[in-house]
Every structure is written in structure tokens, then in C-alpha cells.
């Protein structure tokens, strides 16, 4: 059971867009900044979005990132085949002095 | 560019232990609060532990603690993860992530992870 929640599983058509939630708390969301992370079957997780909305260097503007009360959004446009991949955020938990991370979602681009 | 590569998986004996290396080269090591996360076969990603930038702050998952020991040498801007005591729920890969100059801050770059196999 991750201490921050998502949906196993979302899809779309290619060119539509998507949004991915995670749900958190007040010791971690709440007043700590969300990250996001992308990762392909067998790779790495790599960083698409940290302090809530900031685009890492490199990641196109169709990610984008943002935050409200202890909720987290991830949104992707203009959906491409290659942006099928497990999605995670991820915070810092204050009560628990722990990382704590999403279980994951997985994007289904039809 | 930041790159971070992890060494010394391998296949363990349940109650055997293993002594992972992170070489970090491309950014100031000796500045940044330093991550291990896991992810079990077919599993999410698992938070393991985390050291500050000077090693004098270490935090642990409940699962790992007092059987795992995170440590540093910014000498050598090496990271390391001593662990013992291993068990067949530790089987995962291990990833080495850099983590922010704040401590309470989780926006990580990762490693591309070294396998660990806990069986007999």
C-alpha cells in the first residue's frame, strides 16, 4: 500500500491529452514539493517534472505539473505512442522521515 | 550531464550480504542529499534510504532498518549501501538517485540500477 495514491492504469488516443492524479496528505503533498517520473519497461525512472510544476531540462511543454491542497497532477497533450510508460510521483513525508512514492500509473496510448 | 553508476549486485544467500557503489560524476557530489530506491520485479518504486550531503544525516525504511547502512565518500563522490542480513523480499533492482541540495526535497535523478537476487 503506497503512502501516495494513484490510478493503476490510464489511456488515451494519440493527440489527446491525459491526466494522471496523486493523492497524498498533509505531512507529505501538503506541504512538500511533488516530483514526477517517467519509466519505459527495463530502464531507469527518469525526472519530468519536481517542485510541483518545473519542467527538468530537456522534457517537452506537452508535461506539465501542478498542485493543490494534498493532490498532485501530472498532465500530458498532444499524446504520442512513445509516451506509453509507468508513471510515479513522488514526496517527502514529514511524519514518516521517508521518500514516499505513487504505485505507479501505467499510460495506455491507444 | 549527471551520471550515476551503480555496482555490486548479484545473486545472495538468504542472510548473506552484499556492498552496492554508486560513482557519481557530472555534478557537485559533495552538495547533494544522496537517495537508494528499489523496485521488485513487476513492483512500484520503493523508497530504501537517504544520505545528507556531508553524510552526517542518514534515514532508513522501516523494512531496511538495522540491516542496511548507507555511507558516502565525497572524496571519491562515491555512494555506497552496505547490506546485510538479506532476505527474498530484498530481491529488486537498486537504484543510486541524486537528490536536491534541501533536505526535505525528493526530485531525483537516477542511476540505471544494479539487481539484486536474495535465493538460495
Known amino acids: 500500500q503506497s503512502v501516495l495514491t494513484q490510478p493503476p492504469s490510464v489511456s488515451a488516443s494519440p493527440g489527446q491529452r491525459v491526466t494522471i492524479s496523486c493523492s497524498g496528505s498533509s505531512s507529505n503533498i501538503g506541504s512538500i514539493y511533488v516530483s514526477w517520473y517517467q519509466q519505459f519497461p527495463g530502464t531507469a525512472p527518469k525526472l519530468l517534472i519536481y517542485?510541483?510544476?518545473k519542467r527538468y531540462s530537456g522534457i517537452p511543454d506537452r508535461f506539465s505539473g501542478s498542485k493543490s491542497g494534498t493532490s498532485a497532477t501530472l498532465d500530458i497533450t498532444g499524446l504520442q505512442t512513445g509516451d506509453e510508460a509507468d508513471y510515479y510521483c513522488?514526496?517527502?513525508?514529514?511524519?514518516?522521515?521517508?521518500?514516499?512514492f505513487g504505485g505507479g500509473t501505467k499510460l495506455t496510448v491507444l | 550531464e549527471v551520471q550515476l553508476e551503480e555496482s555490486g549486485g548479484g545473486l545472495v544467500q538468504p542472510g548473506g550480504s552484499l556492498r552496492l557503489s554508486c560513482a557519481a560524476s557530472?555534478?557537485?557530489?559533495?552538495?547533494?542529499?544522496m537517495y537508494w530506491v528499489r523496485q521488485a520485479p513487476g513492483k512500484g518504486l520503493v523508497w530504501v534510504s537517504r544520505?545528507?550531503?556531508?553524510?552526517?544525516?542518514?534515514n532508513y525504511a522501516d523494512s531496511v532498518k538495522g540491516r542496511f547502512t548507507i555511507s558516502r565518500d565525497n572524496a571519491k563522490n562515491t555512494l555506497f549501501l552496505q547490506m546485510n542480513g538479506l532476505r527474498a523480499e530484498d530481491t529488486a533492482v537498486y537504484y543510486c538517485?541524486?537528490?536536491?541540495?534541501?533536505?526535505?526535497?525528493?526530485?531525483?535523478?537516477w542511476g540505471q540500477g544494479t539487481l539484486v537476487t536474495v535465493s538460495s
Open positions: 538517485a541524486r537528490g536536491c541540495v534541501a533536505a526535505a526535497c525528493v526530485s531525483l535523478l
Open positions: 557530472g555534478f557537485t557530489f559533495s552538495s547533494h542529499w
Open positions: 513522488g514526496s517527502w513525508d514529514t511524519s514518516l522521515s521517508a521518500a514516499v
Open positions: 544520505i545528507s550531503s556531508d553524510g552526517s544525516n542518514t
Open positions: 517542485d510541483n510544476s
